[in-house]
C-alpha cells in the first residue's frame, strides 16, 4: 500500500538499503556515540561482506578465521584475542584499523553519527527521577543517552533517505545491546507512529518516520559482519572527540563520508577536538623504505613511550 510524504506517494517502495550502527561511550568520558554506515543491499552489501572477509584472511591467522569478529577497542588497546603484545605489536594492530577504516570511501558508503553529552542526560534524569537510588540512575542514564543518541542517527539516516533516495526505505540494523532493545524499540515505536514527536523534535517536518520502515534488527556482529565497520566508525569518532590525537588518521578516513559531522563542522576546515587535520601515517612502500618514513616511525614510537610513561601531554 502507498504511503504519504509531504505530498507525495511513494508507490511499490522497497527496502534496498541497510542503515547499521553501533555504539561508543566510555565511563569517565564525555560522550555518547551512535554511528555506523547505510549500505545499499543489493549492489554493495556482498562486496563489503566479501571484503571483510579478505581482511580477516590477511590479518588474522589461518586457525582463527572461523567466525573472527574485528572489534576496534580490542584492536587498539591490546585486549581480548589481541593481548599478545609481541604477536600483535602497535604498528600491526594500526595496519588492521586502517583496512577498516578505509572501506566506506572504497565502497562509497555514508556515516551516519548521533551524539550525545552524558552530562546533559544526567541531568535531565536526575530532574524527572529524583529518587533512584545510585546503581539504578546510573542504568537510566546509561539507557536514556543511548536513547537520545539513537534518536539523532536515526533522524539523519530518515533526512538522508527524504532528500536522496526519496523512493525507496531504509531498514536499522543495531548490534544486540540486551539492555537497551526494549528501549530503544519503543523509542523507535514512537518515532514511525506518535504525532506528538513533532512537539520536541529539533526538526520536527522529518518526524514521523516514513522511509525507515519495520522495527530495529538487532544483530551479533558475527551474523552481520558490517556491523564491524559501524563498530570502527563509532570507536574512532569517540576517540577523538575525547581529544586523541593518535585515532586522527582513522578519522581523517572516515570523517569525508560522514552526513553530518561533529559540531555541525562541514569539510575540510576543522577545529580541535576534531582537528587541525593530521597528516596521515600510512605512508607507501616507498615512503616507508626512505629515511623520512624511518624518522616518522621513530617519532610516533617516542611519543607513545613518552605517553605510556605518564607524559601525555608531550606532543
Given at each position: 500500500m502507498p504511503y504519504a510524504l509531504g505530498g507525495a506517494r511513494l508507490e511499490g517502495a522497497r527496502l534496498v538499503r541497510q542503515a547499521f550502527c553501533d555504539e561508543s561511550y566510555s565511563r569517565q568520558g564525555p560522550w555518547f556515540v551512535v554511528a555506523g554506515p547505510v549500505v545499499h543491499a543489493d549492489s554493495q552489501t556482498v562486496r563489503v561482506e566479501t571484503h571483510?572477509?579478505?581482511?580477516?584472511a590477511k590479518h588474522i591467522p589461518e586457525p582463527?578465521?572461523?567466525?573472527?569478529?574485528?572489534?576496534?577497542?580490542?584492536?587498539?588497546?591490546?585486549?581480548?584475542?589481541?593481548?599478545?603484545?609481541?604477536k600483535?605489536?602497535?604498528?600491526?594492530?594500526?595496519?588492521i584499523l586502517w583496512d577498516?577504516?578505509?572501506?566506506?570511501?572504497?565502497?562509497?558508503?555514508?556515516?551516519?553519527?548521533?551524539?550525545?553529552?552524558?552530562?546533559?542526560?544526567?541531568?535531565?534524569?536526575?530532574?524527572?527521577?529524583?529518587?533512584?537510588?545510585?546503581?539504578?540512575?546510573?542504568?537510566?542514564?546509561?539507557?536514556?543517552?543511548h536513547g537520545v543518541a539513537f534518536v539523532d542517527y536515526t533522524h539523519i539516516i530518515e533526512r538522508t533517505m527524504r532528500d536522496l533516495w526519496p523512493d525507496e526505505v531504509a531498514e536499522l540494523v543495531a548490534e544486540n545491546r540486551r539492555e537497551v532493545e526494549e528501549s530503544l524499540l519503543g523509542v523507535h515505536h514512537m518515532l514511525k507512529t506518535d504525532p506528538r514527536i513533532e512537539e520536541w523534535a529539533v526538526t520536527p517536518t522529518h518526524f514521523p518516520?516514513?522511509?525507515?520502515?519495520?522495527?530495529?534488527?538487532?544483530?551479533?556482529?558475527?551474523?552481520?559482519?558490517?556491523?564491524?565497520?559501524?563498530?570502527?566508525?563509532?570507536?574512532?569518532?569517540?576517540?577523538?572527540?575525547?581529544?586523541?590525537?593518535?585515532h586522527a588518521p582513522f578519522f581523517n578516513a572516515i570523517y569525508p563520508m560522514m552526513l553530518v559531522h561533529p559540531k555541525g563542522q562541514t569539510w575540510p576546515p576543522l577545529e580541535w577536538p576534531n582537528g587541525p587535520i593530521v597528516p596521515l601515517w600510512k605512508e607507501t612502500p616507498?615512503?616507508?623504505?626512505?629515511?623520512?618514513?624511518?624518522?616518522?616511525?621513530?617519532?610516533?614510537a617516542e611519543r607513545r613511550r613518552l605517553r605510556d610513561a605518564g607524559k601525555s601531554d608531550v606532543e
Amino acid at each position: 500500500m502507498p504511503y504519504a510524504l509531504g505530498g507525495a506517494r511513494l508507490e511499490g517502495a522497497r527496502l534496498v538499503r541497510q542503515a547499521f550502527c553501533d555504539e561508543s561511550y566510555s565511563r569517565q568520558g564525555p560522550w555518547f556515540v551512535v554511528a555506523g554506515p547505510v549500505v545499499h543491499a543489493d549492489s554493495q552489501t556482498v562486496r563489503v561482506e566479501t571484503h571483510i572477509e579478505s581482511l580477516v584472511a590477511k590479518h588474522i591467522p589461518e586457525p582463527d578465521r572461523r567466525g573472527f569478529v574485528f572489534h576496534s577497542a580490542d584492536i587498539w588497546n591490546n585486549n581480548n584475542y589481541f593481548r599478545d603484545r609481541e604477536k600483535w605489536p602497535r604498528d600491526k594492530c594500526w595496519d588492521i584499523l586502517w583496512d577498516l577504516a578505509q572501506m566506506p570511501a572504497l565502497f562509497d558508503l555514508p556515516i551516519v553519527i548521533g551524539l550525545k553529552r552524558k552530562a546533559q542526560v544526567k541531568e535531565a534524569v536526575t530532574l524527572h527521577a529524583p529518587h533512584l537510588d545510585e546503581r539504578a540512575a546510573r542504568t537510566a542514564h546509561d539507557v536514556t543517552t543511548h536513547g537520545v543518541a539513537f534518536v539523532d542517527y536515526t533522524h539523519i539516516i530518515e533526512r538522508t533517505m527524504r532528500d536522496l533516495w526519496p523512493d525507496e526505505v531504509a531498514e536499522l540494523v543495531a548490534e544486540n545491546r540486551r539492555e537497551v532493545e526494549e528501549s530503544l524499540l519503543g523509542v523507535h515505536h514512537m518515532l514511525k507512529t506518535d504525532p506528538r514527536i513533532e512537539e520536541w523534535a529539533v526538526t520536527p517536518t522529518h518526524f514521523p518516520l516514513t522511509h525507515i520502515r519495520g522495527g530495529i534488527k538487532f544483530s551479533a556482529k558475527r551474523d552481520e559482519p558490517i556491523l564491524q565497520i559501524a563498530d570502527l566508525c563509532a570507536y574512532v569518532t569517540l576517540a577523538v572527540l575525547e581529544g586523541s590525537h593518535d585515532h586522527a588518521p582513522f578519522f581523517n578516513a572516515i570523517y569525508p563520508m560522514m552526513l553530518v559531522h561533529p559540531k555541525g563542522q562541514t569539510w575540510p576546515p576543522l577545529e580541535w577536538p576534531n582537528g587541525p587535520i593530521v597528516p596521515l601515517w600510512k605512508e607507501t612502500p616507498e615512503e616507508r623504505a626512505s629515511e623520512l618514513g624511518r624518522l616518522r616511525r621513530f617519532l610516533r614510537a617516542e611519543r607513545r613511550r613518552l605517553r605510556d610513561a605518564g607524559k601525555s601531554d608531550v606532543e
